[in-house]
């Protein structure tokens, strides 16, 4: 398994699953589409700009509409960090 807290699945509609790399949902062939692989981003901005980067890159996506093509799964939820800009805008 990755050495990184967190891990990104891909299904079969192109939406990302964030799950914590311990949760054995993540490894679960029938309800994932893609192997796991390691998420090093800890900020959900942070880590859907790491996985949709190609196409972010090339201009074609923004990190917010990133945002819409990952799920965090609940038990990701206690591995993620504070996005310090959005609790600055509150
Ligand atoms: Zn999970």
Redesign the pocket.
């Known amino acids: 398994m990755p050495n990184t807290p967190l891990v990104a699945t891909l299904d079969r509609h192109g939406q990302f ?1 964030v ?2 790399a311990t ?4 490894a679960d062939p029938y309800r994932q589409h893609t192997d796991p692989f390691p998420v090093q981003a800890r900020t959900r901005r942070d880590i859907a700009a790491e996985l949709s980067h190609d196409l972010i890159e090339e201009g074609s996506l923004t990190i917010d509409e990133a945002l819409d093509y990952v799920d965090f ?4 939820n206690p591995l993620l960090l504070d996005e310090p800009e959005t609790a600055a805008r509150r």
């Open positions: 699953r799950h914590a949760c054995a949902d993540a799964l609940p038990c990701c």
